[in-house]
């Protein structure tokens, strides 16, 4: 079976503008990078052949003989204009990953990537998606079903049971890709290189608007002067502020403190 | 089988001039270089004098990535307050054949390189080589690289690696390394408009100014720089390394209090700094230049300290280049006649004895030294600006005084002897031939 990796070509040295970054700052992400790690380690442990994919121009193959370097088996490029819509890049990624019992990206590319690609990939797939992943511990055995912990909102964490086909996404610190022996390298630079050219129609989605919280009715504030106008809004002045001192035993204090803090509002 | 027939470490001027004549002479050539992309990690003043590339890449300026081409060469002295400018100008220099130009060397780096690719070699980047390998004998055969299963073999070894050449000094070629034969280059580079450039420095299009300075370097024995390019300029000392230590100075503030002077000020002003860059120079030329072959191993470029730092002349990317190509074609006939000895690879200094590299620096042998002696450095300045400055002030009433009295005068006051100021212009008069 195969293990798929997809990486973007993108400028790795800062937030340059460019559609098509310059060969000599480009490489793939951290974040892709460690995808890259994962799959290989899997695949260390399997007989699984690890078939790493990128979507670009011609440029774009120094990621691939990059990652062929470290150890993948075989690459694929799909020659598309980089500034595709991310449907369109993941159909024709799909299209180029037969027989793939996982695929490993990392959560969003260097480039104001939004990380939309795994998931439409997942879409095509029909298959599940574990995306944002900041740990992984794999098994002894590599077929073996596996815990992960993915980031979400607020500081909250989820922890994944994964098990069967799967797209997972990465962070960039769950692992550091290793490096290519000397050998390696100059293998790579004459390894063949299959590109197939892209096919594939926009997916529709339907159409989203951004979160906007509802708006909360503020009064005018009161006040003949411009100073009197700034002291009722930021209400610096009044003596609202809570206070109380006590002088108590430390543990009849602290039930105090925390009486006061539920009745003020600050503790639920 | 070695894995290569020759290894050239550092993809610098040096070491993809010598790829290249290898590659193009069929050989099986691995180019090695530690940063990311050829020049990445590379400084320079800024000026490059590339007509050797005439042999190697003919029609080279129609590729090369050049930011201007220098039609104007300055000298400049400063005294605290003064400045004596020598200015020349040939618009015939923006033209081919061309003289110099000035160019990042992130750019032509890379592009040096990717000629060697063309070439055939391989280009091994994010490498670093630490060591030589050798064989029984004690022949070198190889390098070891940081990476995993990292030696690899050869018939040759052309070590590139620039100043402080670590490969050098393995192979102990250097038994005497002293740092008082090298200065710090540090440079600015500072971003202020094409048109702004363009009128400040009266040129048009892509010509551009090549300025060298002496004094200016806030009391530290060395001379400055400022070049143009495209919509930067270069702004730099050079400075001897001893005297920088013991007078503990930063160079940063080196560089500020020459952006200061009042006959640089107006160049510089308004001048956003976007790189700070500093390197070593191996700046005693022949006095410090080590033996540079060994069975199985040349050395070329600044790694066999074949910069010529003189003064008005600050070029090593030319020496560079010169050497290695000649390493390259020299490593390549000594496989042929399948002797890699030191003795067969002599070929490669008597080349260089032949050529410019080797004759510029014996013609010029006493100059470095001249050039950053104290009395150059610390009583000339004053001296020369001090002469001039009297013969353009008009003092009416007074007469003009006689040209020969203002020197005795400002000689004296700089504390110059007569007897030093005749022994220095005869080895200025000797060494500059
Ligand atoms: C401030 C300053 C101003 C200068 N101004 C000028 C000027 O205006 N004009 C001019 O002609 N010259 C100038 N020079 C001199 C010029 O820069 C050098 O002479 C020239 O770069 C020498 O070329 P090179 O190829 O020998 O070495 P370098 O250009 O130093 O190249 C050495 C290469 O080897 C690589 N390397 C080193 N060690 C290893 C290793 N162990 N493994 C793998 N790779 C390695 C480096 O990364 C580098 O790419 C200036 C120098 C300085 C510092």
């Not at chain 1, 970054?21 to 992400?29: M, T, V």
């Not at chain 2, 003919?58 to 020598?86: C, H, K």
């Not at chain 2, 956003?272 to 022949?286: D, K, M, N, R, T």
Request: proline share 5%; aromatic share 6%; net charge neutral.
């Amino acid at each position: 079976m195969t293990i798929a990796v997809c990486i973007k070509w993108v400028n790795y040295s800062g937030p340059v503008e460019s559609d098509t970054p310059d060969e000599r700052f480009a490489g793939f992400s951290f974040a892709d990078q460690a995808a890259l790690e994962w799959a290989l380690r899997i695949a260390e442990k399997s007989a699984d052949e690890v078939l790493v994919l990128t979507a670009g121009p011609v440029g774009a193959e120094a990621v691939l003989r990059d990652a062929l370097s470290r150890g993948a088996h075989r690459a694929v490029r799909i020659d598309i204009d980089l500034t595709s819509d991310s449907s369109v890049i993941a159909r024709s990624l799909v299209g180029a990953m037969s027989q793939a019992r996982m695929v490993w990206c990392g959560d969003y590319s260097n480039d104001r990537g939004s990380g939309s690609v795994p998931s439409f990939i997942a879409a095509e797939l029909n298959i599940d998606q574990a995306l944002g992943l900041v740990a992984l511990e794999l098994p002894e055995n590599a077929n073996a079903s596996f815990t992960a912990v993915r980031r979400l909102d607020g500081g909250r964490r989820e922890q994944l049971l994964i098990s069967g086909p799967a797209v997972l996404s990465v962070e960039g610190s769950t692992i550091r890709l290793r490096r290519a022996s000397l050998k390696n390298t100059m293998s790579a630079s004459k390894q063949e290189i299959q590109v197939i050219t892209a096919t594939g129609d926009r997916v529709e989605t339907p159409a989203l608007r951004p979160y906007r919280p509802r708006p909360r009715v503020t009064l005018a504030p009161i006040g003949l002067t411009a100073l009197e106008r700034v002291k009722h809004i930021t209400d610096t002045s009044s003596s609202k502020g809570h206070g109380e001192t006590v002088h108590a035993e430390p543990s009849v204090a602290a039930t105090l403190i925390l009486e006061s803090l539920r009745k003020w509002g600050y503790l639920p | 089988m070695t894995d290569a027939d020759i290894i050239v470490v550092g993809a610098g001027p040096a070491g993809s001039c010598a790829a290249i004549a290898a590659a193009r002479s069929g050989k099986r050539v691995v180019l090695i270089e530690r940063g990311p992309f050829p020049g990445s990690k590379n400084m320079y003043g800024g000026v490059i004098y590339p007509r050797i590339l005439d042999e190697l890449i003919p029609q080279w300026f129609e590729t090369a990535p050049i930011q201007r081409w220098v039609i104007r060469r300055s000298t400049m002295v400063l005294s605290d307050t003064g400045a004596l400018n020598i200015d020349y100008r040939s618009n015939a220099w923006g033209q081919a054949p061309y003289n110099g130009a000035t160019a990042y060397r992130p750019d032509f780096d890379n592009w040096l390189a990717q000629q060697a690719v063309a070439a055939g070699a391989d280009l091994i980047c994010s490498t670093t080589v630490t060591g030589l390998l050798r064989d029984d004998q004690g022949r070198v055969c190889g390098v070891s690289t940081d990476r995993p299963d990292g030696d690899l073999t050869a018939s040759v070894v052309i070590a590139c690696d620039g100043v402080n050449s670590f490969l050098a000094k393995q192979a102990g070629l250097y038994p005497n390394a002293n740092a008082d034969n090298y200065t710090l280059g540090v440079k600015e580079t500072l971003s202020l408009s094409k048109h702004i450039i363009d009128e400040r420095f009266g040129v048009r299009d892509n010509q551009g100014v090549d300025i060298e300075i002496l004094g200016g370097t806030s009391g530290v024995n060395g001379g400055g720089f400022i070049y143009t390019n495209l919509d930067t300029i270069a702004v730099g000392v050079v400075l001897k390394l001893s005297k920088l230590s013991a007078q503990k100075k930063r160079p940063e503030d080196i560089i500020a209090e020459l952006k200061r002077h009042p006959a640089i000020a107006p160049l510089v002003e308004g001048g956003e700094v976007v790189e700070y860059s500093a390197h070593l120079i191996p700046e005693a030329g022949l006095e410090m230049m080590p033996k540079m072959v060994a069975d199985g191993l040349l050395i070329a470029g600044d790694a066999a300290a074949l910069c010529l730092a003189a003064g008005i002349w600050l070029e090593g990317v030319n020496f560079a280049m010169a050497s290695g190509m000649y390493a390259g074609q020299s490593a390549s006939a000594a496989i042929d006649a399948s002797n890699v000895s030191a003795a067969s690879l002599k070929s490669y200094t008597n080349r260089l004895n032949e050529t410019f590299v080797l004759q510029d620096h014996k013609k010029l042998r006493k100059i470095p030294h001249l050039v950053l002696s104290d009395r150059v450095q610390h009583r000339y300045p004053a001296f020369v600006t001090g002469v001039v400055e009297r013969m353009f002030r008009v003092d009416n009433p007074t007469p003009k005084p006689g040209v020969r009295r203002i020197v005795r005068e400002e000689r004296k006051k700089a504390g110059i002897k007569l007897s030093e100021l005749v022994r220095d212009a005869l080895t200025g008069l000797k060494g500059f031939g």
